[in-house]
């Protein structure tokens, strides 16, 4: 059985940990996100990162054309290539994809995000940011039969053709319920769903598929993307999202064998 | 029969009139360059590209780690993807692939370089460059026998599993060689070989096979590599090495049914 692990690009997490562990494994698709590093190139570019609010109260990377390049540099250019020689020293025959090729990951941009800037309304129409609605699955299936590992990340593609950000949890999400996976690991720098998000001690172990919508509040920022991701998963057939730590021995070992929240 | 294409990734290249014409096309892989890009990112990133002579007299880029990662931010994250994304508005079902992707492009990274700076001969270890002595097709055989149009770019890969920097377009020839390509086309801002490198009318039209090695006095700078990789690939049993300008009208089918210097 084929499962999936998304690892974070939040700041702190230890990626060659995971990619060592991962080494003894055959059959996953690995996505990661880059999300830190993309900060960063961004203020050395003079290109400071900029995040929106909606009027529904998401929280987004304001992706204009430049941005965009940049995102895609680093996600695809940087992260990727890296993770991909990685897993190639490990002797893990991997091949790197963005959601471009061969429309692995595709939806439609946004043409408008209607944000909230302080007390005032604004429309943003320059923005290259998208849902994922389908997954192209040909191509993994046709690499993973022929025992190459694929290695994906944002960006997507939409229905035109243009590259777009969007959200990198969710779409390990799309691939797992395409593929119909296992389980869906998602490693970060924390050890799973936390009930109070400064306290490390809080971690819930096990939550029902049938709570999860419960559990929206308890997440936040970043994290309620990752649970809507689990949520959409569960909904489309996976047995068992898992959220854990890239940091512990063994990350994903120890994902698969109790460590931090399971949802199932 | 399949052929391939490299576009140049010099200044004033009209990279999207090169994928118009190639939407007309099915069997074909594209290799891509991106010197120009990535000496503007450098720049940006207060990391100026260096250039360094060799002993023997050939010019390479100077590529510490540092300069690694933005290599490959521009060409595999920036070029490669934008790239794939409009062959894909084109309706080319394209791929974007760097030689790490499955160990495509493999090769030693030269561990020390011998530079010659002003009168001074120096010794380079932390470069990240490298010749690629194998393409290990089968990744690209799996993908064309599937329906889907592969675009390469460096960086190749080191037997270690480092990404390492490699001339581009002797990575095609040997792409088109590992293929048994009919034509190598090589694209890039000027009509073709000349005689004269500032007189865009001394053309030199067609020169036989056997002739090759004169010719190696008559290119200059990064044509030299062009000339080389030329005789590479005859070497290797391709048929034809074409040099034409990407900014004409149709430039691939141009190139194949006339214009440029034709080496066959």
Redesign the interface.
Known sequence: MVFVVKIGGGKGINVNNVLEDLASYKDFVLVHGGSDETNQ?SE???KPPKFVTSISGHTSRYTDRETL?IF???????I???I???L???GV??????G????LLEGFRKDTIKIIEGSKRKVLRDDFTGKIEKVNI??LN??MS?G?VPVVTV?A?SY????INADGDRAAAAIAAALKAEDLIILSNVPGLLKDVNDPNSLITEIPKARIGEFMDVAQDRMKKKVMGAQEALEQGIKRVIFSSANIDKPVTSARSGYGTHIQ
Chains 1, 2 share one sequence.
């Open positions: 190139i050395k570019l003079g390049d895609s540099m680093v996600y695809a250019g940087k990727n290539v890296n991909v020689a990685k190639q020293s490990l025959d991997a091949v790197g994809l963005t471009v090729d061969g429309r040909g191509l046709l690499l022929n190459y960006p593609i035109e053709g243009e590259p």
